[in-house]
């Protein structure tokens, strides 16, 4: 990608405003559209995704939880029981894992390679995007829909933490792609067929039932609106059935041979189907712990983090078929596609609004939305583009606007009102703590003040440049007539904000990660000390991961540990304030982890501090 800055630009703006809208282009013509797509879009995802891989250090929770379960499945050899801190992990399908344990394998282990799998993910979900809406609505309505998903705001948001959703939005995109074939295949081929199992499948090793449960039912409700249920024989059920349960079935057999009920445990069936999927539907997972997202914000979240380009949804949703008699009649592959698409994050939707739900449940659906998107972008360059549509663009343009230069005017009064603090301030101490909050993955944000965010004036002030020039300058090249070139200023200008954002999440990172606790620990730390959490495990599981040996946890058995504790050969994990007391005077060297200032299971004992950052601190038993 080092090309000259001229060329950059030129063929920037020939891939946005030159990619052919139909197969009626000679071939050559269509191969020069793909290469100069798949740069553009390989280029933005290298300056918005690979750019931020390498910092900040992991968080605690979900990201080194999940890392620890890979260098375990690594260090044990063990690849169908994962493990965590010693004890068996059992709520997780294994997927993931295995791409970030062969990571380790190939790269080692480091932060660059715990995210190079997701990143890859990443990467894989926008090209499979562009195919799949270049099949559906020709060259341009791919790149747009590539383009929309790989600028816009949740997908980045959501992978800078190891979460799997973004692969469940893959394996949809392509289950979708060997749907929409098949209805025109007659019949379907063994290829379409066997690969939509296949995906599938791969869906349901990611996470789980929610793997068929999306796509049956999404293609379901298809069928049934367009009346071609008989379509469903054509699928070859018997062979893809077949593929599916090749590819699925081993792990949860073996899983489930490997981890039988014992003891005061149930086993690896009772666990993960009932626990992990029935019950965490209903909001009766043993045990709780996952607060759920109001409905309507739910709901609102799937517009949001397609930012900026649904503002351009309500003439994209213009386009889905709507009337009974138009979904009775043979619709064209484009309104087949449009159908489809508007199913697909409505499905995903509904499922979730009966059940508990995180902010990122959504993610999944983004591709569908980011395709009806990027549909309507390419109608609006297109010859066959009415004033109507034109206007649209203006309209919606004018719109974002406003919300731009509101927004930037609000964050400029921010930065005007702060001040950068005093030269080794600690962030933890200009924060306002909302624990009640902290089970929704955004919570922290609520923790601000305006002393806060002196520590985050580059990064405020440079979102708050990006947003109004983006906005403004999107909406004077649609006056001109000149969408393609609003398109790369909203592509720029996300480019800019994603870059600010990594900044401010850089900055921020002490507050959600243990990791310069970690590295205070292992400069004094000896062969035989013992590193003990006062919380949960997942408070400090960075802990666990960057000093590479098992620690203990002073709580009652709950938390990612819980089920794992029951079985017989678990490992001593759980310390009580009795057995911490007796360690204490022991002739080991202990260190402690707390979020307390002074915590009161030490009140008792001598006690001195080793480190402390980002709100947390490390006590230990010896002053040397």
């Known amino acids: 990608m080092n090309l000259p800055t001229g060329l950059q630009s030129k063929l920037i703006q020939r891939a946005f405003s030159s990619t052919p809208s139909s197969s009626s282009v000679s071939p050559s013509s269509w191969s020069s559209s793909l290469v100069l797509s798949l740069l553009v879009l390989v280029a933005l995802w290298l300056a918005i995704y690979v750019a931020g891989m390498f910092t900040p250090p992991l968080l605690d929770d979900v990201d080194t939880v999940h890392a620890e379960a890979a260098r375990e499945m690594l ?5 169908v029981t994962l493990h965590v801190n010693g004890l068996r992990y059992l709520e997780k399908a294994p997927l993931m894992y295995w791409g ?4 380790y394998k190939v790269f080692g282990i480091s932060d660059w390679s715990s995210r190079l799998p997701l990143m890859l993910g990443v990467l894989a979900i926008v090209l499979a995007t562009y195919r799949l809406g270049r099949f559906a609505f020709g060259a341009r309505g791919g790149f747009y829909s590539g383009v929309a998903l790989v600028t816009s705001i949740g997908p980045y948001i959501f992978t800078r933490f190891m979460i799997p959703d973004v692969l469940v939005g893959l394996w949809l995109t392509i289950s979708y792609f060997f749907f929409l074939r098949s209805l025109e295949e007659d019949p379907p081929s063994r290829a379409t067929c066997w690969g939509f199992a296949a995906a599938c499948a791969l869906n349901v090793l990611t996470k789980g039932l929610i793997g068929l449960v999306f796509p049956i039912g999404t293609i379901g409700i298809y069928l049934l609106l367009t009346r071609n249920l008989r379509h469903l024989f054509k699928l070859r059920v018997v062979s893809s059935t077949l593929v599916f349960l090749a590819l699925a079935a081993p792990w949860h057999i073996l899983a489930a041979i490997r981890n039988p009920a014992q003891g005061q445990a149930r086993g690896f069936l009772w666990f993960y189907f009932v626990n992990e999927h029935f019950r965490r539907f209903i909001g ?10 109001p409905l309507l914000l739910f709901w609102a979240f799937l517009v949001l983090w397609l930012v900026p380009w649904a503002v351009f949804l309500p003439q994209a949703i213009k386009s889905v078929p709507w009337r009974w008699q138009d979904l009775a009649a043979a619709l064209s592959r484009v309104q ?14 509904l499922f979730f609004s009966f059940s508990t739900r995180q902010e ?13 998107a ?3 972008l390419a109608r609006e360059l297109s010859a066959e583009a009415t004033e109507n549509d034109r206007r649209a663009g203006r309209v919606s343009s004018l ?9 930037a005017a609000v964050g400029l009064a921010l930065f005007s009102m702060t001040r950068q603090p005093p030269a080794g301030a600690d962030l933890a101490e200009l924060l306002k703590k909302n624990p009640q909050d902290y089970d929704l993955s955004l919570g922290h944000v609520l923790d601000f003040t305006p002393q806060a965010l002196g520590m985050f004036r580059g990064p405020l002030l440079g979102a708050c440049l990006a947003l109004l020039f983006g906005t403004v300058l999107n909406w004077w090249l649609r006056r001109k007539r000149k969408p393609a070139l609003g398109n790369i200023a909203l592509s720029l200008m996300m480019t800019g904000l994603l870059a600010c954002v990594h900044v401010s999440f850089a900055r921020f990172s002490p507050i959600l990660s243990s990791h310069d606790l970690a590295v205070a620990i292992q400069k004094v730390y000896r062969p035989g000390d013992l590193i003990v959490i006062d919380g949960e495990y997942h408070e400090a599981s960075t802990l666990n991961f960057y000093l590479r040996t098992p620690v203990r946890v002073l709580h009652t058995p709950t938390g990612v540990l819980w089920y794992g504790e029951k079985f017989p050969d678990a490992p001593h994990v759980f310390e009580t304030v009795q057995s911490l007391a007796a360690l204490w005077t022991g002739p080991a060297r202990i260190f402690v982890w707390t979020d307390q200032d002074d915590p009161k299971e030490l009140a008792r004992l001598p006690h001195f501090l080793l480190a402390r950052s980002g709100g947390k601190a490390i006590f230990t038993n010896r002053p040397d």
């Open 100 to 103: 970030l344990a062969i990571s």
């Open 360 to 372: 990122y449940y959504t993610i999944p659906a983004l591709p569908g939305v980011a395709l009806l």
């Open 399 to 407: 719109v974002l606007m406003i919300v731009g230069v509101i927004g």
């Open 336 to 349: 087949r596609a449009n159908l489809l698409f508007f199913l697909w994050p409505l499905v995903i939707l």
């Open 75 to 79: 260090l044990r050899h063990d690849w």
């Open 374 to 376: 990027g549909n309507w």
């Open 284 to 293: 009766t997972r043993v045990p709780p712990g996952y607060d759920t997202v």
